[in-house]
C-alpha cells in the first residue's frame, strides 16, 4: 500500500517514516503476533506507535505489519521530537494519542523517564486505548517472547486468575531461600495481563502475568532473576549474584548483595518518595513458552513465578487507592506456590493445565 493510504502526515512535527526502513525479516513473526493476535489491529483503526534510535528495526517490523492490516497509523521516534532523558510526554505525542484506537511504546527506557510513561498510561487508560507496553524490547525478546502462543497463555491465565482471585492467602518458596507470603486484600482487583490485549488494561508486550495490588507481603526475596526499569540494563542477569531483601508490613525493610552498587542503587530507587519502598505489585507469571530467565525484565516478569513490584500500584485497575512516583519488578527463579495451601507450581512448573 502507498504511503499516502496508511500514514498520517504533519508537516509542523516532521518525523521519520518507519516504512522505508530495512528490518531483519525474522522479526516478523513476532511482529505480527503483537499486530494481529494481540492488539487484534483493524483496518478502520489508527494506530499511534513510538520508537526511539535504538528500536527503529523493530518499529519498522511493527508498521509493516500495520500496513498490511491497512490501517492509518502515525509513527514518531522519541529522539525526533524531544531530548532525553525525558522529562515528560512530549505534546505531539499526546495529542496523537488522543485520535488513536491502538498504541505501541517500543522503546529502550532511560533514566528517570518513568514520569512520561505514567503520562502515556494515563492517557490510555482515560480512553482506554488497546496499548502495548514494549519497554526495553530488543530482538532476543522478539524472537522469543515474541513468538509464544498467547492464546496458549491466556488460556491458563484465565485458569491461574479463577484460582487466585477469591484467595486469603499466597505463599511463595524457592531453593535460593525465597520465603514470602502474601496476605490479599478482597477489595483489590485481579488483573490478567496475558498478551490478548483489551480496551480495559493495556499490556505488556510479550504478555504473561495475573496480578494485584496485595493487603501485605511479609518474608525474604532472594532476587536470581532481575531487578526492573534501567537497572534491569546495568545489572543483567542476578543468578551468579543475587540481592537478597526482607519485606515486612509490605516494606523493604533491608536490602543485601555482594554487588554494593546493587544493592545501593535499588535502595536509592526503594526511597524515592514515601510509598517507592512500599509493595504495590503481587503478581504471577504465565508465559509458559519461557523457559528461563534472560536478564531482560519486560520478559522475565512473565517467566512462570511470582514477582513483585515496589512502587505504584496501578490504582486504576487494581483499586488501591495510594500512589507512588515510581515502580520497579522484582523477579527469582524455580518457585513453589501455594494459594490457600494448595499448591499450582513446584519447581517452577505449573501443576494447573492450560
Known sequence: M???????????QPNRQLNQMAFDPQLTPGARNAVRVCLRVQASEKVTVITDEVSLEIGAALVRELEEVGCRYQTWVLED??????????????????????????????????????QMTDTVN?????????????????????????????RLSVKVLE???????????????????ADLNPNYRWVKTSG???????????????????????????????????????FGDLKSNPLTIQVKGNRVIAAHSANKELKDDFWAYTHADENSNRVGEFAIGTNIELKDVIGEILQDEKYPGVHIAFGNPY?????????????????????????????IMRGGQFLIEA
Open 315 to 343: 490504582g486504576a485497575h487494581t483499586g488501591a487507592e495510594w500512589y507512588s512516583s515510581t515502580h520497579i519488578d522484582v523477579v527469582g527463579r524455580n518457585f513453589d506456590i501455594w494459594v490457600d495451601g494448595r499448591q
Open 196 to 234: 490478548i490485549i483489551s480496551p480495559e488494561k493495556w499490556g505488556n508486550l510479550p504478555g504473561g502475568e495475573v496480578f494485584t495490588t496485595p493487603g501485605e507481603v511479609n518474608g525474604t526475596f532472594v532476587i536470581d532473576g532481575v531487578v526492573g526499569d534501567y537497572l534491569c540494563a546495568k
Open 2 to 12: 502507498s504511503l499516502m493510504k496508511t500514514s498520517i502526515n504533519t508537516a509542523e
Open 126 to 154: 482515560r480512553r482506554k486505548i488497546r496499548h502495548a507496553h514494549m519497554v526495553n524490547i530488543n530482538k532476543r525478546i522478539m524472537l522469543e517472547g515474541m513468538r509464544a502462543d498467547f492464546q496458549k497463555v491466556d
Open 81 to 118: 521530537v524531544a531530548v532525553r532523558p525525558l522529562t515528560d510526554l512530549p505534546l505531539a505525542i499526546a495529542e496523537d494519542l488522543e485520535s488513536s484506537q491502538v498504541s505501541i511504546f517500543a522503546v529502550q527506557a532511560q533514566t528517570n523517564e518513568l514520569k512520561s510513561r505514567m
Open 163 to 181: 484460582t487466585v482471585r477469591k484467595a486469603k492467602q499466597i505463599r511463595a518458596k524457592t531453593p535460593a531461600g525465597t520465603d514470602l507470603v
